[in-house]
C-alpha cells in the first residue's frame, strides 16, 4: 500500500533517483570500485515512472463522454419506445423510474465491489451488460416482441450497470491521475458528463428514436462497445493493494464502515448534507416545471426544450471555468456560487414570471452545479483514502441522486396542495437556511489542510 502510494502522490523525478539509486547501492556493496554495469538505470526509470496523468485523463473524459453520450440516447429511447406499447402515464414513468431505482436499492453494495475488484474490469463488465441488454431489446424490437416487461428489466440492469459505471470511473481518478493534476481532471470529465448526457444525449436519442428504434438501439450497442475499447489507453493498477493475510470484513460491515468515515468526516458529511438538498430543490424544479413553462410563461415543447438547454449551457461553461474561479476568489466562494445558483434557480419562478429570467437562473444553477461537481471530487480525492473510494462514491451519490425522485415527489405534493410558487419557495428556504452552516464548516484554513499540491 506504501508503495502505491508513494507511485501515485510523489513526484517522477524523486521517485525516478530513488529507484535507480537501489541498484548503485547494491552493486557498491559487492564492489566499490565498479561504477559501469549501472549506467543504463536511469534511463529505465524514467520510463518506467513517467507521469500518465495527461494520458488518463484523456481516457476518462473520452470514456465519460461516449457512455453518457449513449446513457442519454438510452434513457430517452426507453420511455419514447414504452409510448408505442401504451398511453398510461404510470406505466411510462415507470421505465424512467427502472433507469435510477438502483441507485436507491444497489449504491451502497456497489460500493463495497468497487473496493474489493479491478475497477477498470468493473468498467469494461458494467459496458458488456449494457451491450447485451440493448441488444437483447433490440431484438425484440426487430421481431415486434419488445413488452413493457422487457423494457422494465432492461431499464433494471441498465441502472444498475450505470450505479458501477460511474461509482468505478469515480474511485479509480486518485489512482489514475497525480494529485496535482486532479482538478483538471474533475473538470474535464464533468463537463463531458453534462455535454454529453444533459444536451447531446437526449438530442440525438429523440433523433435516433424519431427516424427508427433499431437505429437508436443499434447506436446505443456500438457507443457502449466503443467505451470498453477506449479504457484500454488507461495506465496504472486500479485494484486496491492488501495483504493476502489481512481478513476481508462482510459486505454490511464494510458498507458501516464507509458510512461511518463519512458521518465522522466533517467537510464530507456538510457535502452531502448540501447535495441531499440541492438535488432534492433540483428534482422539484425538473418535476414542476413543465407545467409550470407550459401554463404560467405560455410556452410550447420547442421553448420548454430551449429553456431546459440554458441550464445545460451553464454546466458546460464551468467546467472550462472553474480552475481559474479557483484561483481568482478561492474554492469556498466557488462552491459557495452552487449554493446561490440553486436558490435562485428556485426563487425567481416566485417572484418573476418571465420566460428570460427563469432562463437565466437555470443557467446560473446550472453553471453553479458543475463548480460544485468539480471542486467537492477535487476535495474528496484527497480526504477519502483509495480503499474507501468505491463506498464513499456510492453513499454520495445515493444522498444526491436519491434526492432527486424524493424532491420532485415533494414538490409535486406541495404544488398540489398550496400552489406552485409556494413549492418553489419551499425549497428556496431550504437552500437559504443551509448556506450559514457551509461557511462555517468550510473555512479557508480548513480547504488550506486539504488543498492538493500545485502543478
Sequence with gaps: MAEQTRAVDAPPE??????????????????????????????AAERVTADPSGRNTAVLVGFTAVTNLTDGVTKIAFPLLATTITSSPAQISGVALTLWLPWLLAALHVGVLVDRV??????????????????????????????????????????????????????????AVRPAHRERANSWVAGAETVCNEFAGPLVGGLLVAASATLAFGTSVAGYLIGIVVLLGLV??????????????????????????LWHQRMLRMMALVLTVLCACWGAWFGLMPLYATSVMGLDGAGYGVLISAMGVGGALGAFVTTTLNRLVGRRWVML??????????????????????????FVGGLGGTLWTVNS?????????TEMMGRYNAAARLFSWGAIPLGAGLGGLLAEWFGMKVAFAVFAVAVFLLIPSFLHTFTTKALAEIEPPKE
Design 337 to 362: 456560487a452552487d449554493l446561490i445558483g440553486t436558490f435562485a434557480m428556485v426563487l425567481v419562478p416566485v417572484l418573476f414570471p418571465s420566460v428570460w429570467l427563469v432562463a437565466a437562473s437555470a
Design 118 to 175: 479491478d475497477r477498470r474490469k468493473l468498467l469494461w463488465a458494467a459496458n458488456l451488460v449494457r451491450i447485451v441488454v440493448v441488444a437483447g431489446v433490440l431484438w425484440t424490437v426487430v421481431r415486434d416482441a419488445v413488452s413493457l416487461p422487457v423494457l422494465y428489466g432492461g431499464g433494471l440492469a441498465l441502472g444498475v450497470a450505470e450505479v458501477v459505471a460511474l461509482t468505478s470511473a469515480a474511485a479509480l481518478v486518485p489512482d
Design 377 to 385: 471530487r477535487t476535495l474528496s480525492q484527497g480526504i477519502v483514502p
Design 14 to 43: 524523486q521517485v525516478a533517483a530513488e529507484q535507480a539509486a537501489e541498484p548503485v547501492a547494491a552493486e557498491q556493496a559487492v564492489a566499490p570500485v565498479a561504477a559501469e554495469p549501472v549506467a543504463a538505470e536511469p534511463v
Design 236 to 261: 496504472g493498477t486500479f485494484k486496491v493493494a492488501r495483504s493476502t493475510d489481512e481478513p476481508r470484513e462482510s459486505v454490511n460491515k464494510q458498507i458501516a464502515a464507509g458510512l461511518k468515515f
